[in-house]
């Protein structure tokens, strides 16, 4: 079956140290998303990609990074830029077409804590 | 940015009616989104409108008035299982947006009672 995958589920880092959150969708969609989601905030835009080799900034892209080298891979990672790392961190795919089809497919997530 | 509102909690009794509104303010508005999303685990998705109208699937319902900006989730004959947050999501391909993007609101937490 078609799906997206995440990896870890659970996650920890040390303060000061980077780590890169994998997602991974066999759905053949162009277009994968990052999220970040904070308990009374929603879903918040970190990155985004609509083709290989090419990715957007969202709306809180600061201290985070990531690349698109296969059409099947999008990691997102964390820097020690970031200063409040902890949350939820959701990666989400689409067809990049309009209509019922263009919502998202999500990833179970990976929840990040810093220690 | 878009504006996407909805009630931060809402509560019911099992076997009871409960609607979840939502109200936008976009440029460009090409379709509304509602996904359910339990504790911990990845939004699922629930339904979409994009002419207005109702849409019925099952337990649940969505409706849509573009003209104002407005639409609801109706959930029926409630089951504790529906307690989860309930997210309403608007695809804005006006001036500024990015082509396919979702604007999320911030999730309306049901909690159903027995």
């Known amino acids: 079956d078609g799906g997206i995958t995440q990896s870890p589920k659970y996650l920890f880092r040390k303060e000061g140290q980077n780590v890169t959150l994998s997602c991974e969708q066999n759905?053949?969609?162009?277009?994968m998303y990052w999220y970040r989601q904070d308990p009374g905030q929603g879903l918040r835009l970190i990155y985004y990609s609509q083709i290989v080799n090419d990715f957007q900034k969202g709306d809180i892209a600061e201290g985070y990074s990531v690349s698109r080298e296969k059409k099947e891979s999008f990691p997102l990672t964390v820097t020690s830029a970031q200063k409040n790392p902890t949350a939820f961190y959701l990666c989400a795919s689409s067809i990049t077409g309009q209509g019922i089809l263009g919502g998202y497919t999500f990833g179970s997530g990976t929840r990040l804590t810093v220690v | 940015g878009q504006n996407i509102d909805q009630p931060t909690e809402m509560t019911a009794t099992e076997g009871a009616i409960v609607q979840i509104n939502c109200t936008y303010q976009t440029s460009g508005f090409n379709g509304l989104f509602w996904y359910q999303q339990h504790a911990g685990e990845a939004p699922t998705f629930l339904s979409y409108n994009v002419l207005d109208g109702l849409e019925e699937k099952g337990r649940f319902s969505s409706f849509l008035s573009r003209s104002k900006g407005y639409s609801y989730l109706l959930l029926k004959e409630l089951q504790m299982k529906d307690s989860a947050s309930y997210l309403c999501a608007v695809r804005d391909h006006g001036r500024g947006s990015t082509l396919g993007r979702l604007y999320f609101g911030r999730g309306t937490q049901l909690t159903v009672w027995p």
């Open positions: 759905l053949n969609h162009d277009a």
